[in-house]
């Protein structure tokens, strides 16, 4: 019993914080990110401007926060699309990623932007910026694909550009030499363009860049994906959409 009542008070903090962060991707999806006040979603929780402060010391601190959530939503989704396809169909596992990025991209368009939109007015992320650790787990899954592929795909992508580590940044070099020892600096920049072939697409889809020419731009995503399949080193057995 002695125990409840900081249970409590914990459970109760961390619902308040959670609601902040719910508005403050509300002010994000009406207004833009510089909508996102702590006194502005102060006032509209009914709170003292200096209690939302005993939760998130400024707004630097508040977007860090969502950043790292966004981050961490996006991982979930990818690792998860990643598993649900057996070892034995490495094609299906790129084509599940990619139509997981792209699905939770359009659901979540606010979101999307901003992780990957202009950087917040005014934002200063913390030393070594935000959401290392989540954005390091979606890396992983597109590492994994690599490795999948790689003993296929090596031959193509060892040829006209000579790829080192020292032309990665020094963590992601880390990384991969830790978690795929056997992956070469081309695996390694396989790997970032597997994430832009993904990603470019999606962008332009969000950003409305592909309306006035496609009614359909699922399809032009999808036939993206199994091009990206192949490139991958895997044979395509059949569509998915």
Same mark, same amino acid.
């Given at each position: 019993?002695?125990? %409840? ?18 508005? &403050? ?39 860090? &926060? ?13 690792? %998860? ?18 139509? %997981? ?51 296929? &795909? %090596?031959?193509? /992508?060892?040829?006209?550009?000579? /790829? ?14 830790e978690l795929f020892p056997d992956l070469p600096p081309a695996a390694a920049a396989l790997s970032m363009r597997t994430w832009s072939r993904m990603h470019g697409q999606v962008a332009l889809e969000l950003y409305g860049h592909l309306r006035p020419q496609l009614q359909e731009p699922g399809k032009l995503y999808l036939s993206e994906m199994l091009d990206l399949t192949r490139t991958l080193g895997f044979s ?6």
């Amino acid at each position: 019993m002695a125990d %409840a009542t900081p249970r409590r008070r914990d459970r109760l903090r961390a619902e308040t914080s959670a609601e902040i962060k719910t508005i &403050a991707l509300k002010l994000l999806s009406a207004n833009g990110a510089d909508a996102i006040s702590l006194r502005a979603i102060a006032r509209e929780m009914g709170m003292t401007a200096g209690a939302i402060y005993s939760y998130y010391a400024n707004r630097d601190e508040l977007i860090t &926060a969502l950043i790292t959530d966004v981050y961490g939503a996006l991982a979930d989704v990818m690792e %998860a699309a990643y598993e649900s396809v057996p070892v034995s169909d490495p094609a299906g596992r790129v084509l599940a990623v990619g139509q %997981a990025y792209r699905q939770w991209a359009l659901a979540n368009p606010e979101e999307f932007r901003l992780i990957y939109g202009d950087p917040v007015p005014g934002y200063r992320p913390p030393d070594g910026g935000a959401a290392k650790a989540e954005e390091a787990r979606a890396c992983t899954v597109l590492l994994r694909l690599v490795e999948a592929g790689w003993p296929r &795909a %090596a031959a193509a /992508h060892t040829g006209d550009v000579q /790829h080192e580590w020292s032309d990665f940044g020094p963590s992601f070099a880390s990384r991969v030499n830790e978690l795929f020892p056997d992956l070469p600096p081309a695996a390694a920049a396989l790997s970032m363009r597997t994430w832009s072939r993904m990603h470019g697409q999606v962008a332009l889809e969000l950003y409305g860049h592909l309306r006035p020419q496609l009614q359909e731009p699922g399809k032009l995503y999808l036939s993206e994906m199994l091009d990206l399949t192949r490139t991958l080193g895997f044979s395509v057995r059949g569509l998915t959409s």
